[in-house]
């Protein structure tokens, strides 16, 4: 609780400093980029979290968002013109009934990657590295590196999102209704204390009865459907999507946002509310920095150096707790 109230204090004066550095007549409107920013962000920051929860870790989050961004492009744009090519066909698929194919594909992904972790009993990092690679060479051949203009398909729901609610991004609005859900079914169910007894130590969880390789599956089906759900959004919210690029470095600004938020690599440590927040500062950081007039070039080190310090941190209080 210490650390959540610690993190919580930071994001404050990272609020206070970017309004500091702020005209008074733009503070809405950077509030609100922001805002917007944080919902994508803390959607890959939950699933994450999730994983790590359970002592899982996932490098190819980036490249999931890559390849089911590219899958929802490939659905509404493509496939209507190979069915008419070679079926002679016309056929025609709604955005919603893309969305529902994007997120089943998110679902196989995290079921291959759990299976392979499980039941194969190779190491998540080997899989997951693996996956990195196999996913974008899958995005790239879908479409061969074109960059799809999907924007008048996806109009309405861009405009949608893009606006706001009681003055509260839209992106904010089913950020909560997600985290919302996440939090009922981790702190107020017993499978979710199931994810933290299994990060805290598996062994013991398996001798308890809790049949640790399903639920193990079923963090990285989270974390890849989550990684699916921001790639719904990225396209809805860009209109485009690059087969090569998209989605670079996501997992570790995931993992970064998820740790930051005070979940532990070690496993069995984590609240949805410090995942927002992890991927709140994880936003702000950069944004004033950017202010500050610090080169985009140091971004990467300016989020390096605050991970870094949350995990020494993290590792000064356990050893404080355990004198």
Known sequence: MKKLIGIFGFMLFLVFLILEATDRERWGDNLFN????????????????????????????????????????????DLPVLAQKHLGMDIYVPVPLAILGVLLSGIVIGIVN??????????????????LFIYRGLARSLRGDNVPAIREHVEDLSSFFKGDFLAVPTYIWLLLVLASLVTVFLHMTKYGRYFFAIGSNERAARFSGINVDLYKI???????????????????????????????????????????????????????????????????????????????????????GALLACAVLDEFLRSRSKT
Do not use: K
């Open 34 to 77: 922001n805002g917007q920013r944080i919902g994508l962000a803390g959607i890959l920051c939950i699933g994450a979290g999730l994983l790590i929860i359970t002592g899982g870790v996932d490098l190819s989050i980036g490249s999931v968002v890559g390849l089911c961004a590219v899958i929802f492009c490939w659905l509404i744009l």
């Open 218 to 304: 079923l963090a990285y089906v989270f974390c890849s459907l989550f990684a699916a759900i921001y790639a719904v959004m990225y396209v809805i919210h860009y209109n485009t999507v690059q087969p090569s690029n998209t989605g670079n470095f996501l997992e570790l600004y995931a993992i970064a946002g998820a740790v930051l938020g005070g979940c532990s690599l070690r496993g069995g440590e984590g609240t949805t509310v410090g995942m927002l927040i992890g991927a709140s500062i994880l936003v702000m950081l950069p944004t004033l920095a950017n202010m500050w007039g610090v080169r985009d070039t140091l971004e990467p080190t300016i989020i390096g």
């Open 114 to 131: 759990g299976v392979m972790v499980t039941y194969l009993r190779v190491q998540p990092f080997v899989v997951t590295l693996c996956g």
